[in-house]
């Protein structure tokens, strides 16, 4: 890029060079013609004043007559006077006399541009190189009658003359011009200095500069003009910020957003997206300015970003991606000139889970209710039959009550696990985990002792308080030691020890009862799963215990860990 100053300092130069070479041509073409006219006049003076001394002489007014010596030194003593070379030249172009030359060696001189000029208008003039003296003559001839008188002067005077003005012409141009450029230079800098700052603070202002400003501006035009350019400035980078605090805030509100959003232009490239929609599409890399065909590797939701595009029509549907199920909303905006498609990915999976647990749960509880009550039933039809019979009543009765027990502990065992699955956080009070066991193991102990099972004990390292809710940390121990109680073989053998892991305390319940298999581990803490269904029904078990164990560590923020063989199970308690 071609600076300014430089620019103005050549334009002012090339100006100033042009103004003096005319001033010259038009100095010189004006002194020329002046000296040239000026000799002109002089020579002619001259030619009358040869003819008035010829005729001083009273002869007739042949000039032949005159004696050669006469003539001859009349002209000599005139040219010299004058500094003039004297031709007379008679009306044949013969020369007649000349102070140069001898006349003899002279060659007609009737066609010279003088003397036909002479010959037409009195008086001629020429200039050319004389090719007696080899040298530039300015030529005057003047036509008295019977012959012609021509005076002539070399131009080399005004060649000389011409050649100073010239050079003195040059040298003052020369003078003004370094004089105009020193005086261009300072006035281009003190000119393009603002106009520099400008253009600096400019480049800086675009690379992101946003705090530049031009400082020290003058009281002048470009002084107003840098003071209104730091106005809008400020103006502009007040926009920026609030465009960027809005930026960031959309940004913000669009991450915070659970589900994948992603928003199309109209070419159907990505314009903003959320990290949700980046892990939908396994993208770790930047996707926007990317079409949505080579993202989303899903031809149904593809065909229907189309069909949206296409007919600019709201779309709705369900569609499983990465096995999640997922409510999809395309939805075609159009604001001013801009135009695109918003799509929502509602994620439902856990809606659908959930209805499923509760088309499960009423399914299951529809049918543990309906099974001790269809058996009391009958037990009260029996009873009606055999009203005489007291022995038999009392067995029926006592069994309907058994039934009517076991019902109440479903009830109240969905309840205990309604009240966990609803409930955020439980209230946390010091407890003792090993007192906890304790009594549990009091209030199961006739169950231990009615299956003769044997049990030890290894609780010391968690007999010190700990912060817990009290509640749940019994729910999850009775739970697991009533299971392994249940599930165990008569005559057999549970093991509850503690040990430290790092900071953390578990705690293992190891039974000797049937086992858990491989593939069933996994559903154990579901509602109403058995792993031994008519043994649980004999004990008395709703299905429900485990479910409570996982809602309550969940709570907690304990861990359960399962591990099971033929020979029996170990469930382990991670207190962090």
């Not at 008086?123 to 002539?152: D, H, I, K, P």
């Not at 100073?164 to 040059?170: F, P, R």
């Not at 009533?482 to 293992?508: C, H, L, P, Q, W």
């Amino acid at each position: 890029m071609k600076k300014f100053k430089t620019k103005l300092i050549s334009l002012y130069s090339v100006l100033i060079v042009l103004i003096v070479f005319s001033l010259l041509v038009l100095v010189n073409g004006v002194v020329k013609n002046a000296i040239i006219a000026f000799l002109t006049n002089e020579l002619k003076s001259n030619a009358v004043y040869v003819n008035s001394y010829l005729l001083s002489f009273h002869r007739p007014v042949s000039l032949s007559l005159f004696t050669e010596r006469e003539i001859d030194n009349t002209l000599k003593f005139l040219s010299k006077k004058s500094e003039t070379r004297i031709t007379v030249i008679g009306d044949d172009g013969v020369v007649m006399y000349d102070s140069a030359r001898p006349r003899e060696s002279m060659e007609n001189h009737l066609y010279r541009p003088e003397v036909i000029e002479a010959k037409k208008n009195e008086t001629g003039t020429s200039s050319r190189l004389s090719t007696t003296l080899q040298s530039e003559m300015l030529y005057v001839a003047t036509n008295f009658g019977r012959y012609y008188v021509r005076t002539a002067k070399p131009l080399e005077l005004v060649n000389r003359l011409i050649g100073a003005i010239t050079k003195n012409v040059i040298v003052s141009g020369l003078v003004v011009l370094v004089i105009s450029i020193v005086v261009n230079l300072y006035f281009a800098t003190s000119f393009t200095i603002p106009i520099n700052e400008s253009i600096h603070f400019i480049d800086r202002f675009f690379s992101g500069d946003l705090n530049a400003r031009i400082l020290n501006y003058k009281d002048d035009e470009i002084g107003y003009l840098q003071a209104s350019i730091n106005k809008l400035a400020e103006v502009i980078q007040k926009r920026i910020q609030d465009l960027s605090a809005e930026k960031d805030k959309l940004a913000t509100i669009i991450e915070s957003i659970r589900d994948p959003l992603v928003l199309f232009d109209r070419y159907g490239k990505i314009a903003v997206y959320n990290s949700a929609f980046g892990r939908v599409v396994d993208s770790e890399r930047e996707i926007v300015g990317k079409s949505y065909f080579s993202v989303i590797r899903n031809s149904e939701l593809n065909s229907k970003i189309h069909y949206a595009f296409t007919r600019k029509d709201e779309v709705v549907f369900e569609e499983v991606v990465k096995g999640k199920n997922y409510q999809v909303y395309i939805l075609p905006f159009r604001k001013e000139q801009d135009e695109g498609i918003l799509l929502l990915m509602q994620d439902v999976t856990e809606q659908k889970r959930i209805q499923q647990l509760k088309s499960e749960l009423v399914g299951n509880l529809s049918h543990e209710l309906k099974t001790p009550i269809s058996i009391i039933r009958g037990y009260l039809e029996t009873i009606k039959d055999v009203v005489d019979d007291r022995k038999t009543v009392e067995q029926f009765i006592e069994k309907a009550i058994t039934n009517l027990e076991r019902q109440n502990a479903i009830i109240n065992d969905m309840l205990k696990l309604n009240k966990l699955e609803t409930t955020i956080h439980g209230k946390n009070e010091h407890v003792s985990i090993k007192s906890i066991i304790s009594q549990c193991i009091d209030l199961l102990g006739p169950k231990i002792q009615k299956k003769n099972i044997s049990l030890t004990l290894d609780l010391d390292i968690c007999a010190e308080p700990i912060l817990a809710n009290s509640f749940l940390a019994e729910e999850i121990f009775f739970n697991i030691i009533d299971n392994a109680i249940n599930y165990n073989k008569f005559g057999g053998e549970i093991d509850i020890a503690a040990r430290r892991m790092g900071s953390s305390v578990t705690v293992a319940v190891k039974d000797s009862g049937i086992g858990i298999p491989d593939d069933e581990i996994d559903r154990i803490f579901e509602r109403f799963y058995r792993v031994d269904k008519s043994r649980s029904r004999e004990t008395g078990g709703t299905g429900l215990g485990l479910a409570i164990v996982k809602h309550a560590a969940i709570l907690l923020g304990w861990e359960i860990d399962v591990k099971s063989s033929i020979s029996g199970s170990i469930f382990t308690v991670i207190i962090a």
